[in-house]
T-cell receptor
Framework: AQSVSQHNHHVILSEAASLELGCNYS??????LFWYVQYPGQHLQLLLK??????LVKGIKGFEAEFIKSKFSFNLRKPSVQWSDTAEYFC????????????FGSGTRLQVQP | DAMVIQNPRYQVTQFGKPVTLSCSQT?????MYWYQQKSSQAPKLLFH???????NEADTPDNFQSRRPNTSFCFLDIRSPGLGDAAMYLC?????????????FGPGTRLTVL
């Protein structure tokens, strides 16, 4: 079975600090990768996705992620966080098995202090 | 605005009393998903519809059923809710291209079981 690991469960940063959230997936074949964000009291929103091509993916709100196949990683980055980035972040993957199901990581709660 | 709508946002039911959660979409997407998300955990796929084709996850309890009467609507029926079924239920929709999709989530229904 596929799995997604997010090792940082809770991250606390000050405004303007740089952010990197880890995501590792287990599937060895072709993979689609996603980062979703869930702001307090709101629904899951897509931040960015990787299907193929340039391994450095840019998303909304200044976020980017880099797909490193050799490390089975898809880490999320932002050079300078804002208080409004306080949210829960979920990494998800889908392998080329024909199944439509996404496998989600357990999430990272980011708290940005003003 | 095109969107995924879930009703109600909060549902309280009694132990063993059947409950139905609703999801509608104006995106004309051909796939509709139901996820269960318990506190501090990753969303877990229960089942999904690809057009009229129902796809159940192997570990989804029989207590959970779904109906999709038309493209726009999908329902989650919990026949006899137990205390362990208290969770956030998320609906998502997508266009399946044949090999991949991007899922768009509704705001969720928070179910409380008394």
């Amino acid at each position: 079975a596929q799995s997604v690991s997010q090792h940082n469960h809770h991250v606390i940063l000050s405004e303007a600090a740089s952010l990197e959230l880890g995501c590792n997936y287990s599937y060895g074949g072709t993979v689609n990768l996603f980062w979703y964000v869930q702001y307090p009291g709101q629904h899951l929103q897509l931040l960015l996705k990787y299907f193929s091509g340039d391994p450095l993916v840019k998303g909304i709100k200044g976020f980017e992620a880099e797909f490193i196949k050799s490390k089975f990683s898809f880490n999320l980055r932002k050079p300078s966080v804002q208080w409004s980035d306080t949210a829960e972040y979920f990494c998800a993957s889908r392998g080329d098995t024909g199944r439509r199901a996404l496998t989600f990581g357990s999430g990272t709660r980011l708290q940005v202090q003003p | 605005d095109a969107m995924v709508i879930q009703n109600p946002r909060y549902q309280v039911t009694q132990f063993g009393k059947p409950v139905t959660l609703s999801c509608s979409q104006t995106l004309n997407h051909n796939v509709m998903y139901w996820y269960q998300q318990k506190s501090s955990q990753a969303p877990k796929l229960l089942f999904h519809y690809y057009d009229k084709d129902f796809n159940n996850e192997a570990d989804t309890p029989d207590n959970f059923q779904s109906r999709r009467p038309n493209t726009s609507f999908c329902f989650l029926d919990i026949r006899s809710p137990g205390l362990g079924d208290a969770a956030m239920y998320l609906c998502a929709t997508s266009i399946w291209t044949g090999t991949t999709d991007t899922q768009y989530f509704g705001p969720g229904t928070r179910l409380t079981v008394l």
